[in-house]
């Protein structure tokens, strides 16, 4: 075979038809409009260099020193002056002191010169005439005419979120309801300073820029056919496709507007109508974001982490402490690559401060915290029947049954010490009426205070104090209690019920790992200290589950000491709290993981998940629906939770990615279809014979694309890490540049150890499919799609799901000639 089999993939309908952007002149209206904001761009960067020389000159020593001079000789010159002078003088003083007090502060929260705003509205209020720039921080300067709002300050942004050219609004702003008209409503691309892009109903205008020495450039409308608009600002979603040579293909779409920090696009001006109400809901109880791949749940959660910060600010009485504090704010996330990514996002949203953490890692802190001393090592691997057993969610039940045992037991311990006894029915009423406290305050309460001030007996105090502290003492036992509760057969078998009940054999394998965990280590007794342990011993095998947790336990433990305080506590007593916590790609994590998160937010209970059933890539979690999770949650939940409507527009994806990500969903596939904003390159296949010609193309087509795109960022995914591991050696020897293997804990043929984390740099990286859930590459190519690997399986329509989803703008796939993943779509494979 003297090449790869290749056919490319087009979904019918016009929605994922493929569209090429062509460019064509100007009309003398899209002129104006061009410069017109062109104008505006120039009036805005002359107003911020301004102020950015004031800013800096305020902060020179020397300014600050004549500042306090002048005040000092002014408030002297008072003194002295006469009557008639000094209201004058007074006037001039309190200017002085304005610029001393406000003038340095200001230059903390500057607009931001590469990128001044992203938005732009002309509003029309009963025939009075004004200009709105939205951007990420503000600036007013009527004079220079420049009015630029921050985003989140909140009533003008509501209008350009909400509302399009043309429309008529109606909006409270304050106290007061401000009636108008939307003249002019545009989405600006700035890159370094200079505006490169104009979005409005009149067309998507751009900078183009010619000549050998680039001193040429003029503007060209782009044209793509009927599309939804993007609403974007700097990032992907601006960089529009070039256009090919008829019959050309390869893997990149040119280097224009590529950015050399893959972390962070102007991700603010993606925001919908939807996701901006779904963004500022009400700061309590639960809410849900939910939507397909790239669809903006992650932005719309991290957003509405700086909404509430931000609006708790504005809205709270100076002497009322904050509600929303950033730094006792909380994002986890289901995976450890994700932590850089979001720590990243965070900061350009001028948010501070938010602890951002994968869940094993903050579950591990917690447990700790409530163990304090006790706390064991946490083993990695365990059977899977365990895991789904232990993520059961009738484990919650498990835990309050075994409470109620306990209560019960404190029941009947202090009835038998002292009924029959002085003081004993004033006691037991006393008792019985307190059962609303939780179990380990309640019998603290008692033991500390009750016995006493009841004014008790002596022998009736003290038989009563010793029963009570017997139960106390084993209900305050964190580490005992889940003991029992693992090793208890009538307990775990509430998880035989329901549809993901397990089975008997599941039961068996827990029973046999939890005895092992916590049976005693074996008693060296009187054997001679010189042949303890052998010189070669390598220790306890860090596998070896005696003695030791393993992560589904941790969840159980925070369970566990919820319970019995009725609210999460460290071995002191003193609250494991957070003003809000966001969970990520919650949908891979169970009921009983999410629950102690939950109860960190208090009372309020202002909790985000943002997730995607369809993309998991964990199947034993108990759940299939949102609604079941909430169901499964629902005893803990103050309310029910608010269920945002599903976003449904994809900003990451092209039209064609989006399609045959769907088309591998099969009957998995949500019944709506996500729209796709944008068209690009079709998804193509490359069938080959074997697995060198697989790679030398791969090679040939990356040293290429890096060599057109050094600033590009491409995933190679393969299935399993071993997989990956051949693929990345291969390439490395092929010589392609900026060539990443990302794989905790395995080694390259050179020796060189995996990246344990995703730089978000340009270049290649070699991983697995189910490490890259929630980022996103320029290009993507998956690669091995064959019936061994995708198997018609749920899990691997999954993981394909997940694969094609990371590329923004093209998608490759490599397969077998001889035997195609089942999971491709037949068009795509017949067209060869």
Known sequence: MAGPLRCAWLSSGARFRMTLLMTERLSPEQQRIVDDEVGMAERVARRVAQSLAQQAALKQPQSRGRLEAELMALRDEIAEARTEDAAALLA??????????????????????????????????????????????????????????????????????????????????????????????????????????????????????????????????????????????????????QALRQGERRLGLGDEGSRHDKHLPEITALIDGTQFDAMTQATSGLVILQGGAGSGKTTIALHRVAWLAYDDRGARAPERPAAFRPEH??????????????????????????????????????????????????????????????????????????????????????????????????????????????????????????????????????????????????????????????????????????PHGVDDGALATTLAHARRQVEEPPDLGDVDDLHKTPVDDPGPDPDDPTQAFDAHDLPLLLALQLARHGALVDAHGNPIAHDHVVVDEAQDLSAVELLPLVATAGERQSVTLAGDIVQKV?????????????????????????????????????????????????????????????????????????????????????????????????????????????????????????LRLVLPGVHSADGDSADDEFSFAPGVDVTTVGKVKGLEYDYVVLVEVTEAMYPDQVAARHLLHIGATRAAHQLWVTTSLEQPSPLLPRALIQEG
Not at 357 to 362: C, E, Q, R, T
């Open 92 to 241: 001039h003083m309190m200017r002085t002191a304005g610029v001393a007090a406000v003038d340095l502060p200001k230059a903390q929260g500057s607009v931001e010169p590469q990128t001044p705003y992203f938005g732009r509205l002309r509003l029309d209020e009963g025939g009075r005439k004004r200009d709105v720039l939205i951007g990420k921080r503000g600036m007013i300067d009527r004079e220079a005419g420049v009015v630029i709002v921050d985003w989140r300050n909140a009533p003008v942004s509501r209008i350009y979120y909400r509302y399009d050219e043309g429309d008529d609004y109606e909006e409270e702003l304050g106290e007061q309801v401000r009636e108008g008209t939307v003249l002019v409503r545009r989405t600006l691309t700035f890159s370094r300073g200079r505006l490169l892009r104009v979005r409005c109903p009149a067309g998507t205008f751009s900078r183009r820029v010619g000549g050998i020495d680039g001193a040429v450039e003029d503007w060209v409308a782009l044209t793509a056919g009927d599309r939804p608009e993007l609403r974007g600002g700097v990032g992907i979603a601006a960089r529009a496709p």
């Open 329 to 498: 704010m909380l994002v986890v996330v289901a995976q450890r690559q994700l932590v850089r990514y979001i720590e990243r996002l965070l900061p350009s949203l001028d948010v501070h401060g938010v602890k951002v953490m994968a869940w094993l890692d903050w579950s591990k802190a917690a447990v700790a915290r409530v163990l304090g001393r006790s706390m064991r090592r946490v083993v990695d691997d365990v059977p899977a029947d365990v895991a789904r057993t232990k993520k059961h969610p009738a484990l919650l039940l498990a835990v309050r049954t075994q409470l109620d045992r306990r209560a019960v037991e404190a029941d009947d311990a202090l009835a038998q010490a002292v009924v029959g006894r002085p003081g004993a029915d004033v006691l037991l009423s006393r008792w019985a009426a307190s059962t609303t406290t939780p179990l380990v305050p309640r019998l603290r309460a008692f033991l500390q205070g009750a016995l006493v001030d009841l004014g008790l007996p002596p022998d009736t105090r003290e038989r009563a104090r010793r029963a009570l502290q017997r139960v106390h003492d084993k209900a305050a036992d964190v580490v005992a209690e889940w003991e029992e509760l693992v090793t208890d057969l009538g307990l775990l078998r509430l998880t035989t019920a329901g």
């Open 618 to 738: 964990v199947f034993d979690n108990g759940y299939d629906t949102w609604a079941e999770l909430e169901e499964q949650l629902l005893p803990a939940l103050a309310k029910r939770a608010v269920a945002v409507e599903p976003f449904s527009l994809s900003y990451r994806s092209t039209a064609e990615v989006v399609a045959f990500a769907r088309a591998v969903l099969g009957p998995l596939a949500p019944a709506v279809a996500p729209q796709a904003v944008r068209s690009g390159a079709p998804v193509e296949l490359f069938a080959f014979i074997d697995t060198g010609e697989e790679v030398a193309f791969l090679a040939d087509n990356l040293r290429a694309l890096m060599g057109r795109e050094p600033q590009a960022s491409c995933a190679v995914l393969l299935r399993y890490p071993e997989r990956a591991k051949f693929f990345y050696d291969r390439l490395a020897e092929a010589e392609v540049p900026r």
